[in-house]
């Protein structure tokens, strides 16, 4: 399992030229299920989100979290994180997770953000989106599990 945090100004997802969900100041979040990955994996990977010091205190420094800002958080699902690009030209996504458990680990990691942040919006799995941001900083997370979670 893999994501990547991007602290934005805004961010947004348009979906047949619809908007679907948009945020001001948070997270943008990409989430990757890869095979084998769990749900005490997306535990942690929430968890750590939700305590994580990426955004700036009166001094400059990172010290405050997603919580102490009130900032909002945009999830979309992105199975391109798992793809391989060291052979070839074209990526490869056998480290995939299957669509339908990949969905579900999704939807579970969703709902374990939403317990400890307020605004969470999402995307839509699997469909073909137009993700809009304003990165901040920028500043930018691609956090993975510990191996020893499981």
């Excluded at 969905?103 to 374990?112: G, H, N, V």
């Excluded at 317990?115 to 073909?128: D, L, Q």
Aim: charged share 25%; aromatic share 8%; net charge positive.
């Amino acid at each position: 399992m893999k994501i990547v945090i991007q602290r934005v100004k805004s961010a947004s997802v348009t979906i047949d030229g619809k908007l679907n969900s948009s945020i001001n100041k948070g997270y943008l979040i990409l989430f990757c299920a890869c095979k084998g990955d769990s749900k005490k994996q997306a535990q942690w990977l929430a968890s750590k989100i939700s305590v994580l010091r990426c955004f700036s205190d009166e001094n400059g420094k990172m010290n405050l979290s997603i919580q102490d800002v009130k900032g909002e958080i945009l999830i979309v699902s992105q199975f391109t994180l798992a793809g391989d690009v060291k052979k070839g030209t074209r990526p490869s996504f056998d480290n995939a997770m299957n669509p339908v458990e990949a969905k579900e680990l999704y939807e579970y990691f969703i709902s374990k953000v939403k317990e400890t942040n307020s605004i969470v919006k999402t995307g839509v799995f699997a469909a073909h989106m137009e993700v809009t941001l304003v990165n901040d900083g920028p500043v930018t997370f691609i956090v993975e599990p510990p191996e020893n979670i499981v």
